[in-house]
């Protein structure tokens, strides 16, 4: 069975194949971590390293872990690195750690991070694995980032934690949206991504039934 081109396994899952706008996995923290961009920012790249990290030490092990314990070794691989991670984090980003909280470490149960390991890394070699990987960490990132911009700007007026709309209580004109840290606005926001990428890649759209 040929491989794939790496630069299709690196590009596609941003528009393509995008993990949260077509496969709908990782929805719960884009939700919960897009109140601002530095924490999104974080997230994204927190997922990306563990991802990768986890891909290709999975793959360069695929031919000596045994079916029976598959599983067992990819959730310890995953849970080793979301601790070194988390400890990163901790150590030097204290204040983005105690505003990710419990979300960092739920990135061992994560849909994208568990499918790619077992979907792709177990059946490809290390170099291919870590592209997969970075690939959906980038398309994962790409919502994240987005949906982030769009709820800091109208709900704080800031880019980044940078005064961008300056509010009415600062002597400005703008006042925030206290809708946009509500985690439904976020829901919809990816919803409208939905619809923005569905209508620009029309062979996304789902065939409707005859009748």
């Not at 995953?78 to 991670?85: E, G, N, S, W, Y």
């Amino acid at each position: 069975m040929a491989e794939p081109r790496a630069h299709d396994v690196l590009f596609d899952p941003v528009f393509e194949r995008n993990p949260i706008l077509l496969l709908m996995l990782g929805i719960c923290s884009a939700l919960a971590v897009t109140t601002r961009l530095e924490t999104a920012l974080a997230m994204s790249v927190s997922v990306t390293a563990v991802m990768v990290g986890a891909s290709v030490t999975l793959s360069a092990a695929r031919r000596h872990v045994p079916d029976t314990i598959r599983i067992f070794v990819q959730i310890s691989i995953i849970a080793t690195l979301v601790i070194v991670v988390d400890q990163l984090l901790q150590a030097f980003f204290w204040e983005i750690s105690k505003q990710l909280s419990i979300f960092v470490s739920l990135i061992v149960t994560n849909c994208i991070v568990m499918g790619r390991t077992e979907g792709f890394a177990l059946r490809h070699r290390p170099g291919l694995s870590a592209l997969d990987a970075l690939g959906h960490g980038l398309g994962y990132s790409a919502v994240l980032m987005s949906v982030a911009f769009v709820r800091e700007l109208f709900g704080r007026g800031t880019i980044f934690g940078l005064e961008v709309l300056r509010l009415e209580s600062d002597g400005g004109w703008y006042v925030p949206m206290g809708l946009m840290g509500r985690a439904p606005v976020a829901f919809l926001l990816i919803a409208f991504l939905i619809w923005g990428i569905r209508s620009w890649k029309r062979d996304q759209v789902e065939d409707r039934a005859e009748g």
